[in-house]
């Protein structure tokens, strides 16, 4: 199938690893945040989502980090596994009112075995 | 399957001819939208609907492109006299209320030779 993200930056971690995904946002406005894990040939997929009035947001082996001074978002994947593999986007709700998202640059995960 | 249909899943068209795509969103969402997607990038807000209400269109969005959502279930979006920079991945999501999460469908790919 083809191929979501040809170039996008790489973060290559070995299997059973933490990793981290790194993402600067737009719009100092913006009181929510999103991740979505997209494998190749489909749809974006929920992952974990932040309000703005929240710095850390954990989930099942995921945690989101948000720090509004440097309009910095992070996702961090605990105990990296194969089925991790995919480009991962952060949004932010680029318009109160309308929850239309702003998209950043995704990432292309890696897991290595 | 986050309960978004999209159809069809792959379309692929000689230029100069009209596509139209169909979204079923969650049933009890009300709010809508339309996103485009390119090899290497994130999703682009196309448009969105609250209801049968189409309330906000983005300048990607051009006079080829038309969107409906007549009975505030379902919705089409329609490339009339299609070009090749119109290949791209169509994604629709769909929100419930004035909750902020969107779930996304599969998408249609359409490709434009």
């Known amino acids: 199938g083809e191929s979501v993200g040809l170039h996008l930056p790489t973060l290559s971690v070995q299997e059973g690893d933490n990793s981290i995904i790194n993402c600067a946002y737009s719009n100092s406005a913006s009181d929510y945040f999103i991740w979505y894990k997209q494998e190749s040939g489909k749809g974006p997929q929920f992952i974990i989502d932040i309000r703005s009035n929240m710095d850390k947001r954990q989930g099942q082996r995921v945690t989101v980090l948000l720090n509004k001074t440097v309009k910095h978002l992070s996702l961090q994947i605990a105990a990296t596994q194969p089925g991790d593999s995919a480009v991962y986007f952060c949004?932010?709700?680029?318009?109160?009112?309308?929850?239309?998202?702003?998209f950043g640059t995704g990432t292309r995960l890696k897991v290595l075995a | 399957d986050t309960g978004v249909s999209q159809n069809p899943r792959h379309k692929i068209t000689k230029r100069g001819q009209n596509v139209t795509f169909r979204c079923d969103p969650i049933?009890?969402?009300?709010?809508l939208y339309w996103y485009r997607q390119t090899l290497g990038q994130g999703p682009e807000f196309l448009t969105y609907?609250?209801?049968?209400?189409?309330?906000?269109k983005s300048r990607l969005l051009s006079d080829r492109f038309s969107a409906e959502r007549p009975k505030g279930s379902f919705s089409t979006l329609e490339i009339q006299r299609t070009e090749q920079g119109d290949s791209a991945m169509y994604l629709c999501?769909?929100?419930?209320?004035?909750?902020?999460?969107?779930?996304f469908g599969q998408g249609t790919r359409l490709t434009v030779v």
């Open positions: 049933s009890e969402h009300n709010r």
């Open positions: 949004a932010e709700n680029g318009s109160a009112g309308t929850y239309k998202y702003i």
């Open positions: 609907f609250q209801n049968e209400a189409q309330l906000e």
């Open positions: 999501a769909s929100i419930k209320g004035s909750d902020q999460q969107a779930f």
